[in-house]
């Protein structure tokens, strides 16, 4: 049983990676990733939303959705929640945790609009979970998308003192980068099922 | 000569030394020149203030310029004549931007104040420093760190060790070796004053082992007192002050902290004989070794006045023996171009090298940076050469910060060694500047932030009072005019009292 | 269809509720923002972005209702540290604000000076020394160059200086080296 809990983490984190094999959350992998700092926030902060979203939404299913038949409602209806999660994690940090607030700034509301929140709780709806494995199926996708983040910000803050030719600098550069580790990735295929 | 147990550092590199050129002849005593240009910053710290005006008549060994607080050190005339004026003069400095000298026109009679020997073994530590901050006396080895606020300790620093540095690493200089060769025994009573007036219970001189003659007569000096010789390996950087250190007890000095905190203090040996001949016969520090080598006709070291102008100096060498004309102050591994030659020699001078094609070849061209990491092999003070480069060419200051630049020495092992013949510590000399100014006008800002408040506040506080002086003006008003109100009552009833007794009178 | 509302309505009442009470539960005074913002600007004061000062323009960016891209003194550089801080694109200093220009200090020609004190009142960092019918003079030190004190002088006595570099502000430039033709082997 173990095993196989483990191995829903080992999937998440490195086979079916949602960032680099599944291509969710893009934006905040590009868009967050200029500097190590502010990427180690973003991850730790998705992480965490990511876990608790993938717990509400399996409650919100299990119990909503599903006794009522309304499994087409999904979609609106995880958006709606995962955003009040958001939210409401906001409010708490802002008061208790002002320190990591003021280092994750803008990027907690962020995280709202961001499609691996939103494909995680799906897809764990779709291979109907039980809590505990949408838990760590939401933990472990976490996990996979801080790993992703943390090494591209590495990545991209050395380019930042590479002698790039004119046109490549940027973002061209940054997504040919990610596309080469995006291959990397394709290797731990075959590790799981 | 035998060399004792010495613990190697990381790193370091061996150039080809150039010595020999400049110790085949005695030092000599550069003549009197007509003109002597004292620039007022020749120390480290605050600016010393000028004493004198133009037309004074000053005397050798007179107090020109005044140490300005702790960390400043005089300036004295190195030989009697008048003030001529107080101008801006180009410096033996990288900038080759002008600063304020004092310019002296000799006499040519020389004669000196009146020497006072400080009886320093009688008279307290305190008036002793206080003394020795008149001296003019400042770190010879190139640092120009007033020196007596390296004799100065407080409670909490107990020294243990005096470490006298004569490694004298760098290519091409000999001043410290000639100056022991001819003059050890200053060097060993001077050294023993400093160690008495610290308080330190070892005395250590450190000399690199390609000097024989100076270790010898050194030893011969010191052959009845308590002075230790160490012979280390010749090896740059070992006559970096913490490396020394190093070489000698195996002490490393922490990041950010000097050796005075591990109770360590260290000297040039020009420094002590300096301080010698202040307190045994009183004179101040007005001249000092100088070697003048590389393409001149005859390299050799002069004893030269500070102040004199260089091109003198150039001339009594022989004059240059080729058109290009270009001088180097310091050694080849950490010195610099300088502007020109009719800069003054300062107490920071001790080398001056003239550059020739043969001697220094035009630098081969710079490839990219392989990061073959041979620069991290040879850094003495163990950083990452190759990262503070990638950092500093693209100007990521805050990493290169992080990867303590300012740890750095500048003793330009890495570019000596660099196969792609980078500029290594262009780089960090570049990066370091930069993020000193930045530093300080981000603390200009916060100053400005907070006079901008304290205006701000204090112009609030002057509206309220205002305010306040308003109200309290109408309230008086108002005061008044209900005494009015109340006089006029009263008075309209005193009238009606006063007729009422007329009406009943007359009934 | 019905249960459909009704769940939706459901979900947005409860989620209304909770939100609604933690923002009562969890409110915070003050923007730390500002101060991050405040710490960017180069604080010279100079009122030309617009806003009487450093930090009602930090304010003004951290409501959102300034551009990062109005402070000629931060140039370039500031405006790239302020779209690090805020998460937004760079964009080069407005010129409609002003161009950026080397340092410069006030200079008070003494002998045309009547005493005015209008360039005192002027000055955001009391960086000029005097009283009335006195004589004035600039503390070089604390002046931000701000070039208030300009407009105010009757007599037009006042200029900027440009700071120059001397040889305790000089810094090493950044090395440039010539690319040689490399030798054939």
């Not at chain 1, 550069?173 to 990397?184: D, K, Q, R």
């Not at chain 2, 107090?63 to 008048?82: F, K, L, M, V, Y």
């Not at chain 3, 030309?48 to 550089?77: H, L």
């Amino acid at each position: 049983m173990i095993q196989h809990y483990f191995l829903i983490i080992i999937s998440t984190v490195l086979v079916n990676n949602i960032v680099l094999v599944k291509i969710l959350g893009l934006c905040p992998f590009m868009g967050v990733s200029k500097k190590l700092e502010t990427s180690i926030s973003m991850s730790a902060a998705t992480a965490f939303v990511l876990t608790i979203g993938s717990m509400t939404s399996w409650a919100i299913n299990h119990y909503l959705l599903e006794p009522n038949d309304l499994v087409y409602l999904r979609t609106l209806s995880f958006i709606v929640v995962i955003a009040g999660v958001v939210q409401f994690t906001e409010m708490l940090m802002e008061k208790n945790f002002p320190l990591l607030y003021q280092l994750l700034g803008i990027f907690l509301p962020l995280i709202t609009t961001n499609c691996a929140v939103l494909g995680i709780p799906l897809l764990n709806a779709q291979s109907s979970h039980t809590l505990l494995e949408s838990a760590l199926f939401g933990f472990g996708g976490g996990i996979g998308f801080s790993v992703v983040l943390i090494l591209f910000a590495s990545l991209r803050e050395r380019l930042e003192g590479a002698e790039i030719p004119g046109p490549f600098k940027g973002t061209a550069i940054a997504l040919v980068t990610a596309s080469i580790m995006s291959l990397a990735f394709m290797g731990f295929a075959g590790l799981d099922r | 000569m035998q060399l004792k147990n010495i613990f190697k550092f990381n790193g370091g590199v061996h150039p080809d030394e150039n010595k020999i050129a400049s110790t085949r002849l005695p030092i000599a005593k550069l003549a009197i020149p007509k003109k002597l240009v004292l620039p007022l910053r020749q120390h480290v710290g605050h600016v010393a203030k000028v004493k004198v005006k133009p037309g004074d008549q000053v005397f050798k060994g007179q107090i020109i310029a005044e140490a300005d607080g702790n960390i400043s050190a005089a300036i004295h005339a190195p030989t009697s004549g008048r003030i001529l004026k107080i101008s801006e003069e180009i410096l033996p400095h990288p900038s080759g931007l002008p600063d304020f000298c004092i310019t002296l026109e000799a006499d040519f009679k020389d004669t000196w104040i009146e020497k006072k020997p400080i009886p320093w073994k009688k008279i307290e530590k305190t008036q002793l420093i206080e003394t020795l901050s008149q001296s003019g006396i400042v770190g010879l080895g190139g640092a120009v760190f007033p020196t007596h606020m390296k004799l100065k300790t407080n409670q909490k620093q107990t020294i243990h060790t005096l470490v006298i540095n004569a490694a004298e690493c760098e290519p091409f200089i000999t001043c410290d070796d000639m100056l022991m060769r001819e003059r050890a025994d200053e060097i060993i009573r001077g050294s023993l004053i400093a160690q008495t007036i610290l308080g330190a219970e070892k005395c250590v001189i450190g000399i690199e082992d390609n000097k024989i003659e100076a270790y010898e007569a050194l030893k011969k000096a010191a052959q009845k007192t308590t002075v230790e010789i160490t012979v280390v390996p010749t090896l740059y950087p070992s006559g970096d002050a913490k490396r020394l250190i190093y070489l000698l007890m195996g002490i490393e000095v922490p990041k950010e902290k000097r050796s005075v905190d591990l109770g360590i203090q260290v000297f040039n040996v020009a420094t002590v004989a300096a301080i010698y001949r202040y307190l045994e016969f009183g004179e101040p520090s007005i001249s000092r070794i100088v070697t003048i080598t590389g393409a001149v006709k005859t390299p050799q070291n002069y004893e030269v006045l500070f102040g004199t102008p260089l091109s003198e100096l150039i001339k009594a060498a022989g004059g240059s023996s080729n058109k290009q004309k270009k001088f180097i102050m310091g050694g080849p591994m950490m010195g610099f171009d300088l502007p020109s030659i009719d800069v003054p020699v300062t107490k920071a001078m001790n080398c001056v090298i003239e550059s020739s094609p043969e001697l220094f070849p035009t630098p081969k061209p710079v490839m990219p940076c392989i990061r073959c990491a041979r620069c991290a092999d040879a850094c003495p003070v163990n950083l990452q050469p190759q990262e503070l480069y990638w950092f500093s060419k693209s100007s990521q200051l805050e990493k290169a910060r992080e990867y303590n630049l300012f740890d750095c020495i500048e003793c330009g092992c890495c570019t000596y060694v660099c196969p792609s013949n980078i500029p290594l510590v262009q780089f960090y000399r570049y990066a370091k500047s930069e993020i000193i100014a930045q530093d300080k006008s981000k603390e200009a800002a916060n100053t400005a932030r907070e006079r901008n408040e304290f205006r701000l506040a204090r112009l609030e506080r002057e509206k309220k009072e205002r305010a306040e002086r308003h109200a309290q003006k109408a309230l008086g008003a108002q005061d008044k005019q209900a005494e009015d109100d109340k006089k006029s009552t009263i008075a309209a009833a005193m009238e009606r009292v006063k007729q009422n007794q007329q009406e009943n009178i007359k009934n | 269809m019905i249960t459909a509302l009704l769940v939706m309505i459901f979900l947005a009442i409860l989620l209304g509720l909770v939100l609604g009470y933690s923002a009562i539960k969890f409110k915070v005074d003050g923007d730390p923002m500002v101060a991050r913002i405040d710490a960017i600007l180069p604080q010279t004061q100079c009122g030309q972005c617009g806003y009487p000062g450093c930090k009602p323009y930090a304010t003004a960016i951290a409501k959102g209702e300034a551009d990062i891209n109005q402070c000629p003194p931060g140039g370039d550089a500031g405006a790239k540290a302020l779209a690090e801080l805020m998460g937004m694109e760079f964009k080069p200093v407005n010129e409609k604000h002003g161009v950026q220009k080397p340092k410069s200090v006030a200079l008070i020609d003494e002998s045309t000076c009547i005493g005015c004190t209008l360039c005192i009142q002027a000055c955001p960092v009391d960086a000029i020394l005097g009283a009335a019918k006195q004589m004035h003079t600039i503390i070089a030190s604390e002046c931000t160059g701000c070039e208030l004190c300009l407009p105010p002088c009757p007599v037009d006595c006042i200029t900027m200086e440009p700071v120059l570099e001397n040889s305790e502000s000089w810094k090493w430039k950044y090395p440039i080296y010539n690319i040689q033709k490399a030798q054939k082997a």
